[in-house]
């Protein structure tokens, strides 16, 4: 239970709040342990007659406290656009730090919503593209510079533009999978340093791997649920279907048209129409394959029990880790890693909030943005978890966050997350 002493009775290792305004002190957050000496005399400097400290987050070690007579602080109410004091513009590294931190992450929230806008417009362009009856010269002009477009724009953004496929949902169908299924597979094609005419061979055959459902009877097509057998069995005819439409319209090279006709294959055989391995594949249907997997399994096109992220790379990973190249898959998980961004979590010091970035060689303690009230949401706090001691307890659907912890963790703007959540 929490209690108030004074603030000479705290020391190192006390777990202590700081019970004012978030601009009125130098600390990242509003409560914490305190770490070391400079902390100590900092807090003590506050003006604080007696501070809330929590005992049991305490060390065990420490003397027992006084409890002392609670006193009140009465300070402006959060303001979400609210700036630093003049007063904290000092040469105190605390606030130094807290400075560059907060300015950190208004420069990523700015490049964010840039991504986030980038990648709107790339589906709007697509469904305008699948809707043409154009001629196939235009048509395939107009996917090239959309291809040219991710390259330029989304591509650059790294775990930002991870974090924005995995949070998009099914908010426009099948053309946010397509844009999702394209931003991946180019990411590793990146990865693996294909060359620039390879890019847009893969960026074509991902951006039209889906093309044949639209041929398909409506009833299979737009049927959100698990399929029946005899759906299954026709809605298998897409791949080759689609294969062929587009090698009659003559808009894609010969190795795009394999992505159509194979981005359901696996290397172990297990895969449809025709149950290729993995020698009689295309380098870019294994890509694909891999992706368009994924993709199904976090935004629920299968009609099957939607993962989170991270549920999707590990079964990816571990059970189902035989039906793709292992070059690809390696790759794959050192760019989403074991929770990848975009992934809602709840830590072990029972904060909520959104995986931000990766890093290769600790893939267990990503860079996490956290949830505080407290803190304006254009200045949340992203922290290292190993840094903090922290790690994640489990992982979160979008249906378990709510809408003010949503949009407070957005990228961009606050209506990036949807209503259908």
Known sequence: MDQHVSTDQIT???????????????????????????????????????????????????????????????????????????????????????????????????????CEQAFADAVNTLSQLMSSRAPVEEAAAEAKQLIDDVCGSILQADDLAVQLVNIQGQSDGRYTHIMNVVVLSMMIAKRLDYSTDDMHILGLGALYHDIGVS?????????????????????????????????????????????????????DGSGYPRGLTGDKMSRFSKIVSLVNSYDNLTNNLNGGRELTPHEAVSLLFSKDKQRFEPAVLNVFVSILG????????????????????????????????????????????????????????????????????????????????????
Do not use: C
């Not at 992934?343 to 600790?362: A, P, Y």
């Not at 994640?392 to 809408?403: G, P």
């Open 338 to 421: 074991v929770y990848p961004p975009g992934t809602f979590v709840s830590l072990s010091n029972d904060k909520v909030g959104i995986v931000s970035s990766v890093k290769s060689e600790r893939l267990l303690f990503p860079d996490v943005m956290i949830y505080d009230p407290d803190v304006p949401s254009d200045q949340a706090l992203i922290i290292d978890l190993e840094e903090e001691g922290l790690s994640i307890k489990n992982t979160l659907k979008l249906s378990e966050i709510t809408r003010a912890t949503k949009e407070y963790l957005s990228m961009g703007t606050a209506g990036y997350y949807f209503d259908s959540y």
């Open 215 to 267: 041929e398909l009877p409506g009833q299979v097509a737009k049927k959100t649920s698990r399929l029946t057998e005899p759906e299954f069995a026709i809605y298998k005819r897409h791949t080759l279907l689609g294969a062929s439409i587009a090698q009659k319209q003559g808009r894609l090279p010969k190795e795009a048209l394999r992505v159509l006709a194979e981005h359901h294959e696996n290397i």
């Open 12 to 114: 190192i290792g006390t777990f202590v709040y700081i019970d004012l305004h978030w601009t009125k002190h130098p600390f990242l957050r509003q409560s914490f342990k305190i770490k070391n000496a400079d902390e100590l005399k900092t807090i003590r400097g506050l003006g604080l007659d007696s501070i809330r400290i929590n005992p049991k987050k305490s060390d065990a070690d420490l003397l027992e406290l006084e409890p002392q007579v609670e006193t009140s602080v009465v300070d402006d109410p959060v303001v979400e656009e609210a700036v630093l004091e003049p007063e904290a513009a000092t040469e105190d590294p605390l606030w130094e730090e807290k400075t560059k931190k907060i300015e950190q992450q208004q420069k990523r929230r700015r490049k964010a919503k840039v």
